[in-house]
């Protein structure tokens, strides 16, 4: 059970078809088309009040996205990343893999990278990976959940801390 205060953050990244991805914010829930695939779904929440302020989705996996640029080393967002049935081979490199890690992925990235190099693309055709940070905090690590045999769900709570008077909601575990 979710402490009064805090809101539950809900997040699918399907692996089956039929199955959109969903981010749910309490009762606030966004929604892929379940027909698109191969995407990655990125979402930009400010962390005082949990409006939405970015929600689009990319298939290249080797830049970071241009619609993230007005929210970059901000901490009064939390960016919120999933995907969809995307695949194997389009896993996070280059300047998109750097701009992850300095945000905070970590283990389940690196998982999910090590099991492609090790059993290539033609062992599992489909990855679901979410991940949840404040951005442009360097200080902590973010949330993930990697899968590559079931669709996962992520579920954290944004629990409100009070600084300098003001109310910002930070991702923590589920209590």
Do not use: H
Request: with cysteine; proline share 3%.
């Amino acid at each position: 059970m979710s402490d009064s205060k805090s809101i539950a953050l809900t997040i699918q990244a399907p692996l089956v078809n039929n199955l959109g991805a969903r981010i749910v914010i309490g009762k606030n829930q966004l929604y892929l088309d379940s027909s698109k695939i191969n995407l990655y779904w990125m979402v930009v929440v400010d962390r005082t009040d949990l409006s939405v302020k970015a929600n689009f989705t990319f298939s290249t996996n080797d830049k970071v996205p241009k619609e993230l640029n007005p929210y970059l080393n901000n901490s009064q967002y939390i960016l919120i990343l999933t995907t969809q049935l995307l695949k194997s081979a389009n896993l996070p490199v280059g300047d998109f893999y750097n701009y992850l890690i300095k945000e905070g992925a970590d283990r389940e990235l690196k998982r999910c990278e090590q099991i492609f190099a090790a059993l290539n693309c033609g062992n599992w055709a489909y990855w679901a990976y979410s991940y949840v940070t404040i951005m442009g905090d360097d200080t902590t690590s973010g949330f993930e959940l990697f899968g590559f045999t079931d669709s996962t769900i992520m579920t954290l709570q944004l629990q409100p801390v009070n600084i300098s008077g003001k109310t910002y909601y930070t991702p923590v575990d589920q209590l």
